[in-house]
């Protein structure tokens, strides 16, 4: 199985704040590395597919980057919404599998 | 617009068979990669398999000796059966689309979720 490695578990950040979190994989993954935003009590949202797309209705001040093993996903300019979890997720093969996720919390 | 919709007991005895069915409205299910998904309280995320093209399936090897995935198409539905359960499959289940771009990997589409507790 390929393991996903997040980096911070958890940040605290200010409305404004750039934010970056960092997402390696055990192996090289292309490019095939999605992230997405969980908030309390509800399902994971698609931000970013194939390592930097943005997904459909994302906003813009979200990125990501990276391709092998070294992802990011860069916020510009935090707001209120982005208070939340995101995880990252490797499709390059099965099993799909996740890392465990960084909480963006309020300084 | 696409919604999921998970269905199927909150509690399950340990050993029995956990049964969930998914709904899929406002598209078709004749494609796409159809994904339960699980994450146990306070934890992260595990995905258990899919099915695709109503007859193919892939499955976490972790679970693969215990998971059914399976579909009907008349109903615009498909199920999880995990059998033999035990404390360590208590966890909220999404059922989940993918193959938007062509693979099975980028979920865009979920359901709310359903906590499943395995608890005598």
């Known amino acids: 199985d390929i393991q996903m490695t997040q980096s911070p578990s958890s940040l605290f950040a200010s409305v404004g704040d750039r934010v970056t979190i960092t997402c390696r994989a055990s192996q090289s993954i292309s490019r095939f590395l999605n992230w997405y935003q969980q908030k309390p009590g509800k399902a994971p949202k698609l931000l970013v597919y194939?390592?930097?797309s943005l997904q459909s209705g994302a906003p813009s001040r979200v990125t990501g980057s990276g391709s092998g093993t070294d992802f990011t996903l860069t916020i510009s300019s935090l707001q209120p919404e982005d208070f939340a979890t995101y995880y990252c997720?490797?499709?390059?093969?099965?099993?799909?599998?996740f890392g465990g996720g960084t909480t963006v919390e309020i300084k | 617009q696409v919604q999921l919709q998970e269905s199927g007991p909150g509690l399950v005895k340990p050993s029995e068979t956990l049964s969930l069915t998914c709904t899929v409205s406002?598209?078709?299910?004749?494609?796409?990669?159809w994904t339960w998904i699980r994450q146990p309280p306070g934890k992260g995320l595990e995905w258990i398999g899919y099915?695709?093209?109503?007859?193919?399936?892939n499955y976490n090897p972790s679970l693969k000796s215990r998971v059914t995935i399976s579909v009907d198409m008349s109903k615009d539905q498909f199920s999880l059966k995990l059998t033999s359960v035990t404390a360590a499959d208590t966890a909220v289940y999404y059922c989940?689309?993918?193959?938007?771009?062509?693979?099975?990997?980028?979920?865009?589409?979920w359901g709310q979720g359903t906590l499943v507790t395995v608890s005598s």
């Open positions: 194939a390592a930097s």
């Open positions: 997720q490797q499709s390059y093969s099965t099993p799909l599998t």
């Open positions: 406002g598209g078709s299910i004749s494609s796409y990669y």
């Open positions: 989940a689309r993918a193959g938007t771009i062509g693979s099975p990997g980028e979920f865009d589409y």
């Open positions: 099915i695709y093209k109503s007859g193919n399936t």
